[in-house]
């Protein structure tokens, strides 16, 4: 007896009820996170262990929902807060939030939903400029509010994180790692980020964060593509027999990234393969670099190269490779003397540049040689522990990137309630919108236990949930950077907007077809 799978169908409002059904149950699980008095959650992962975790994204993943066409509606919540953390590294909460308030205020309403996605466009592009125009720059004493605040109010992993941006400056990179013992500190490595990240899925090492890691691996850099696997034969072979990991950078076929991540797949050997740069005036410089810094001999068949002849020595070395989908951290020992002897040069170069663009070209790539890597290494006494500490210090590390880059706003959800107390209304769309974006701050206040009072009108002041005071928000330290308050916005509308457009719902349905 076979299962055919037939599709069940949902119209008009009550395909709509069932959608915001889930929405809801989403936004409550997650919504509960949210400020300095956010509650932490209880998860059970698919192994049945226990999780505790204040991270906004960690929870909503883990919600599946019995109801298909509530699950859906809970599935289209994630996306706002999964493009969020993309896009910011935090803010998945606030998203989830804004995306539910304002499907509240549109069902509310017999509005066109065209005119009302209109309106709702315009609205978020006044409120961004808004944002835009009243966000400040990041300095000093500032950073360690910002990793305080993103840290969860912990002011220890605040000031932890905090000295590590500010000991990399704004050419270093700071990253996270798992330490051992129970302590939480910071320290300083020579590096390299490479805005590259993995070919395939299939060399993730770590499925949590999505990274792939290769510890002490040797560096093949090859400027020209590799087109069989054969043609790296021997370097594969050197490497299993010595029980080493490998990176490579350069070009490759679809067939030589298949094999190698289903020899990967198969614990034959350790390996990630990255893209060489695009192609452009700054390539063959960028790779020359990377060999540098690495000790590899750059490989080009062009230049009568052979990639069948390629020896161990020709082969870089590093302590540890850190790839995503989008970009590799290199850890390397100190700078050889021909690096440094570059760098002089460089810098020479730079006092004496005869055009902005050429001075520019040559502070990137000062940059880059000289870059250095603070790795937060998170500790703790529990696996427990160590799981919701980890995510916290994960969105710290991302919120005060995004905060020392594009500058921050008032904290609290005050931003988008001095926006909404600021802007003038000119449609329905708008109107719901600016009623919806003061949904943040409420719930900061439900999850304190504190009734809303009769705000201010000075911007910038609003309420201390913690001490129960009207302040300067800013100069109190309560902050988010405006990187994460608008992405969290955009993305919420998106969601909001595309939901609003439908008016049926088809799910699949499994029936026994002997029962029909």
């Known amino acids: ?70 699950n859906m509606g809970a599935t289209l919540l994630k996306e706002a807060a999964r493009q969020t953390v993309q896009e910011a590294g935090d803010g998945t909460t606030t998203a989830t939030v804004l995306a539910h308030a304002l499907l509240k205020q549109a069902y509310k309403e017999d509005v066109n939903a065209r005119d009302l996605k209109n309106g709702i466009n315009t609205g978020v592009d006044k409120v961004v400029k808004y944002l835009e125009d009243n966000s400040i720059s990041v300095k000093d004493d500032m950073i360690d509010q910002v990793a305080t605040i993103s840290a969860n109010n912990d002011h220890e992993i605040g000031k932890v994180i905090a000295d ?51 510890e002490k691996p040797v560096v093949l850099i090859i400027e020209s593509l590799i087109s069989n696997v054969r043609k790296i034969q021997s370097v594969l072979e050197y490497v299993i027999k010595n029980k080493k990991s490998l990176l490579i950078i350069g070009d490759a076929e679809q ?8 020899n990967k797949m198969k614990g034959n050997i350790k390996v990630n393969i990255i ?83 050429f001075k520019n070209k040559f502070e990137k790539r000062l940059a880059v040689l000289s870059a250095k890597v603070a790795v937060v290494k998170v500790g703790a006494n529990s696996e427990v522990e160590l799981k919701e500490k980890r995510d916290r210090v994960e969105d710290a590390i991302c919120a005060t990137k995004a905060a020392i880059q594009n500058g921050i706003v008032p904290g609290g959800g005050i931003a988008l309630l001095n926006a909404a107390s600021n802007l003038k209304a000119k449609s ?50 309560i902050i988010d950077p405006l ?34």
Not at 255 to 262: G, P, R, S
Not at 303 to 329: A, H, Q, R, Y
């Open 483 to 516: 990187l994460v308050t608008k992405s969290a916005l955009l993305n919420a509308a998106s969601v909001a907007t595309t939901i609003l457009s439908t008016d049926c719902v088809i799910n699949n349905l499994r029936v026994d077809e002997g029962g029909r």
């Open 1 to 70: 007896m076979s299962d055919a799978i037939v599709k069940n169908l949902n119209f008009g409002l009550d395909a709509k009820d069932k959608v915001f059904k889930g929405i809801e149950k989403l936004t409550k699980a997650v919504s509960s996170t949210l400020g300095a008095s956010g509650k932490c959650v209880i998860l059970e992962d698919d192994t049945g262990r226990p999780l505790i975790t204040k991270d906004g994204v960690t929870v909503a993943n883990s919600i599946i929902l019995l109801d298909p066409v509530e």
């Open 255 to 262: 067939q030589v990234l298949n094999t190698l991540a289903m």
């Open 428 to 477: 329905k769309g708008e109107e719901m919108l600016y009623e919806a974006i003061k949904a943040p701050f409420r719930t900061i206040l439900d999850n304190a236990g504190i009734n809303e009072p009769e705000m201010p009108k000075t911007k910038g002041r609003g309420l201390n949930v913690v001490t129960g005071n009207m302040v300067n928000m800013i100069k109190s330290g």
């Open 164 to 214: 590590a941006f500010r000991s990399v400056d704004t050419t270093g990179v700071v990253m996270m790692e798992i330490n051992d013992q129970p302590e939480t500190y910071s320290e300083i490595v020579n590096g390299i980020q490479y805005a590259k990240g993995y070919n395939n899925l299939s060399f993730v090492t770590d499925k949590t964060s999505k990274t792939c890691e290769l």
């Open 275 to 357: 893209d060489a740069p695009t192609y452009g005036v700054s390539r063959k410089e960028v790779m020359q670099d990377l060999a540098m810094l690495t000790g590899a001999t750059l490989i080009n068949e062009d230049l009568g190269d052979d990639m069948d002849l390629i020896k161990p020595e020709f082969l870089g070395e590093c302590n540890k490779s850190v790839s995503t989908e989008t970009e590799t951290i290199l850890q390397i020992d100190e700078p050889s003397e021909e690096v440094e002897a570059v760098i002089a040069d460089l810098k020479e170069k730079i006092k004496n540049a005869s055009s902005p663009a």
